[in-house]
């Protein structure tokens, strides 16, 4: 029996009285992509927390291949190859693309505070911004400091920064907010081009974007699953569409 990489069974989120997130179950395997629509406050976010270990879930339980980690701390998460996209503030954008690189490599490793001992020293390091640099098309913006970068190029760092980890599980959190259209293509050929063994949950206003990236969708409203399908299933779902469809882009 092969056990699901990432096992959400009956999870709660409760802050007061509020319930933003309710009876959620989710299974995710090994390099399956899935997308989370729903309109604002449905209870997205608090997931992907309840997830990474930003909000610990108040009922239910998390498993990464069947180890429990519903109360485990985000550094034991991250470790069990669960990562998340920076948000664009973790940036330091006076810092070379490479060099934050670099810094978010080390991130995990107790060598973090040498950083400005070492820059360049370490070949495996290097393979690892190399990697992350092509994968996310930034290869020739390498010396360039951030603050210099597009909007575009700045959310495709922050997912560079993301798969310096190797992470087994990525959690992208409305990706292509704000980008302009040809950006936008761009963040999709970034997502479509990841490695595919690594497992993805999206949370995307951007609904024909999400569809053309995901084998599966899970649509919440007012923290609960009401729909969950392939593309096409999701698509043709007639309370979708007047929960969420109809409202493209700024549900
Ligand atoms: N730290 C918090 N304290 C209190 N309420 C919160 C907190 N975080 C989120 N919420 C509430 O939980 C609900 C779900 O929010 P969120 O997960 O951000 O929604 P989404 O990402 O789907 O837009 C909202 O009503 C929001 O106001
Ligand atoms: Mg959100």
Same mark, same amino acid.
């Not at 490599?105 to 107790?110: D, E, M, P």
């Not at 292509?176 to 595919?196: F, N, Y």
């Given at each position: $029996?092969?056990?699901?990489?990432?096992?959400?069974?009956?999870? +709660?989120?409760?802050? +007061?009285?509020? %319930?933003?997130?309710?009876?959620?179950?989710?299974?995710?395997?090994?390099?399956?992509?899935?997308?989370?629509?729903?309109?604002?406050?449905?209870?997205?976010?608090?997931?992907?927390?309840?997830? @990474?270990?930003?909000?610990?879930?108040?009922? +239910?339980?998390?498993?990464?291949?069947?180890v429990?980690?519903?109360?485990?701390?985000?550094?034991?998460?991250a470790s069990? +190859?669960?990562?998340? @996209?920076?948000?664009?503030?973790?940036?330091?954008?006076?810092?070379?693309?490479?060099?934050?690189?670099?810094?978010a490599?080390?991130?995990?490793?107790?060598? %973090?505070?040498?950083?400005?001992k070492?820059?360049?020293s370490?070949?495996?390091?290097?393979?690892?911004?190399?990697?992350?640099?092509?994968?996310?098309?930034? @290869? %020739?913006?390498?010396?360039?400091?951030v603050?210099?970068?597009?909007y575009?190029?700045?959310?495709?760092?922050?997912?560079? $920064?993301?798969?310096?980890?190797?992470?087994?599980?990525?959690?992208?959190?409305?990706?292509?907010?704000?980008?302009?259209?040809?950006?936008?293509?761009?963040m999709?050929?970034?997502?479509?081009?990841?490695?595919?063994?690594l497992?993805?949950?999206?949370?995307?206003?951007?609904?024909?974007?999400?569809?053309?990236?995901?084998?599966?969708?899970?649509? $919440?409203?007012?923290?609960?699953?009401?729909a969950?399908?392939?593309?096409?299933?999701?698509?043709?779902?007639?309370?979708?569409?007047?929960?969420?469809?109809?409202?493209?882009?700024?549900?």
């Amino acid at each position: $029996m092969s056990t699901a990489l990432l096992e959400l069974e009956h999870i +709660g989120i409760s802050f +007061g009285a509020l %319930k933003a997130v309710n009876e959620v179950n989710l299974s995710l395997r090994e390099g399956e992509r899935v997308a989370i629509f729903g309109p604002n406050g449905a209870g997205k976010t608090t997931l992907f927390n309840a997830i @990474t270990g930003l909000n610990i879930a108040t009922e +239910g339980a998390i498993r990464v291949a069947g180890v429990d980690i519903t109360n485990s701390t985000p550094y034991v998460r991250a470790s069990k +190859g669960i990562a998340r @996209t920076f948000q664009i503030t973790n940036l330091f954008f006076g810092l070379t693309v490479e060099d934050n690189l670099l810094l978010a490599t080390r991130g995990l490793k107790n060598t %973090k505070f040498s950083f400005w001992k070492s820059s360049n020293s370490n070949e495996s390091e290097n393979a690892v911004v190399d990697s992350a640099l092509e994968r996310c098309h930034l @290869t %020739k913006k390498r010396s360039i400091q951030v603050k210099h970068l597009s909007y575009g190029e700045q959310r495709q760092l922050e997912l560079a $920064m993301s798969l310096t980890s190797s992470p087994r599980i990525l959690l992208l959190d409305e990706p292509a907010a704000g980008l302009s259209a040809v950006e936008r293509k761009v963040m999709a050929d970034v997502i479509r081009g990841l490695p595919s063994d690594l497992a993805l949950i999206l949370i995307e206003h951007d609904i024909e974007l999400a569809l053309s990236l995901v084998d599966r969708v899970i649509c $919440m409203y007012q923290g609960q699953i009401f729909a969950e399908g392939s593309p096409d299933e999701i698509r043709n779902n007639p309370k979708v569409q007047d929960i969420y469809l109809g409202r493209r882009n700024r549900a």
